[in-house]
C-alpha cells in the first residue's frame, strides 16, 4: 500500500523534518511505482534502475538522518541517544538487505522484502521517536509547510532516470 501523508499524524512540529519525512514516503512510493511499471525486471535496464533508486534512497535517509539528529541536539531532546542508535540500526539493517540484494540478481520478491522493512521500519520510528520533536520545537520554526504541493524528489529522480535512458 502507498503511504499517505497525514500532516496532523506525522508531523514533527519542524517544517524540514516534515519535508524530508514526506520525501521519504514518496521515495518508498516511487520503489512501488517502478514495481508497477516493470515490465522486465530481469532486464539490465531496469536492475540499474533498481540498484540507483535504492542507492538513492540509502543516500537521502542518511542525509536526513543527519539533519534530524543535529535538530535533537539543538533542541537538548531526551531521546537524542535512543533515536542516534535507532538511526545506527537502520543503517546496518539496509546495508544488510542491500548487500544480500545486490549479490545476485535483483527480484520482484527481494525487492517487495526490502520496500515492506523499509516502509513499516520509518513509519514506526516517526510515530515512536521523531514526533516526540512536537514537544520541543523551536518556535519561529513552528507553523504548516505546503511541501506536499511541491513535485517529490523521488518523482523528479524517476523522470531524470528515464530522460537519462530515453538519450542513452
Ligand atoms: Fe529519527
Known sequence: M???WDQEKYTTGHAHIDEQHYELFDGLNSLLIFLKD???IESHEEQEKAVELINFLGEYAVNHFQDEEEMFAQCKHPLKAVNEEAHKRFVAKYLEYKKELTAG????GSLIKLHIFLQSWLVKHILQVDTSLRDYVVQEEAGQ??????QGVFVRFLS???KKKLAA
Do not use: V
Open 38 to 40: 516493470s515490465a522486465n
Open 160 to 162: 531524470l532516470f528515464q
Open 145 to 150: 509547510a505546503d511541501f506536499t504541493k511541491k
Open 105 to 108: 540478481a535483483i527480484t520482484r
Open 2 to 4: 502507498p503511504l499517505q
